[in-house]
């Protein structure tokens, strides 16, 4: 398991004491703004302490320590943010979304799928898509997914009558 989650993008600076925009990539913009710490990408990971975390609409505005103004904050304009997996405390049968990836799925009857090979952001909710003999899309909603035991490394699903 990687311990490191991509969760959101700088998308520009905001103000000029060295503030960012980024768009959380998290399950909400109230994820990204609880977090004590970010990393940014680069040739390595850099770690930053987020000073301060606000939610504007639909994005988070960031000031992150050491980044004091607009020409520092410029710089990391367009870079991806990640999160330390273990900045973030998951409730029983809650799972970070990139370790189901990989896992073999299959339908309730026990019959093996395929492996979920990526999951795909649509607005209504997430897509899982299984590849096995044939590509099979199945929404990410309790109708349809049943389980995802990561510990267990299983998916089982509802398959949607006719596909």
């Not at 004590?36 to 930053?48: D, H, M, N, Q």
């Not at 209504?124 to 909603?141: D, K, M, Q, T, W």
Request: with cysteine; aromatic share 6%.
């Amino acid at each position: 398991m990687k311990q490191h989650l991509e969760c959101g993008e700088i998308v520009n600076t905001h103000g000029l004491s060295g503030e960012l925009k980024a768009v959380p990539w998290c399950d909400s913009p109230e994820t990204l703004a609880a977090l004590p710490r970010v990393f940014v990408s680069g040739k390595e990971l850099t770690e930053y302490e987020v000073e301060r975390a606000y939610i504007s609409g639909r994005n988070v505005l960031l000031k992150l320590g050491g980044v004091s103004d607009v020409q520092a904050a410029m710089a990391l304009k367009g870079r991806t943010l990640f999160l330390d997996r273990s900045d973030i405390t998951l409730e029983d049968g809650e799972y970070f979304l990139q370790d189901a990836i990989g896992l073999p799925v299959f339908d309730e009857s026990g019959a093996l799928l395929g492996t979920l090979t990526e999951i795909l952001e649509r607005p209504a909710s997430e897509v899982f898509v299984i590849n096995g003999e044939r590509e099979i899309l199945v929404p990410n909603v309790p109708a349809f997914v049943l389980s995802v035991d990561i510990n267990a490394a299983k998916v089982v699903v509802r398959l949607i009558e006719g596909l």
